[in-house]
């Protein structure tokens, strides 16, 4: 069984050091993942399978821009069923994805089991009025 923190992947790089480091548009790993999205992958972990965390894109000059989620309001994860292959694998009618490294998965084409998603708590307030 390994730590909850193993599986989730490190705080962005500059992170600390303000949005003059992220003017760019780009896609990026969320820095803080929900608590149940962390037991999914766990629970998926110790079953003997990967999971992956979805990078997400951030524009910094968005109106409702989130250093977390880039303003989507939702982090999402997949739990992986086979891979990592080189090509697109036939997986008859099972979805796959390609998948940047994230979480504890390599790079590569995976078979997906299934994908969830989870709100960002750290713009789920700032976002709840759109309910
Ligand atoms: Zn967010």
Known sequence: MKAISEL???????????????ANPEYR???KIPEAAARAMQSH???GKRAAIL????????ARYCDNC?????????????GPFRDPPN???????????GGKSSQGWYIVASTLAFECQI??????YQK
């Open 70 to 82: 880039g303003g989507g309001g939702l982090i999402y994860i997949r739990l992986l069923e086979r």
């Open 45 to 47: 972990n110790d079953s």
């Open 8 to 22: 989730l992947p490190k705080p962005p790089q500059g992170h600390e050091q303000g949005p003059e480091k992220q």
């Open 55 to 62: 990078a997400l894109f951030h524009d910094p000059h968005s």
């Open 123 to 128: 713009c789920n307030n700032i976002n709840s």
């Open 29 to 31: 790993l969320p820095y």
């Open 91 to 101: 997986s008859g009618k099972k979805p796959i994805a390609w998948v940047e490294e």
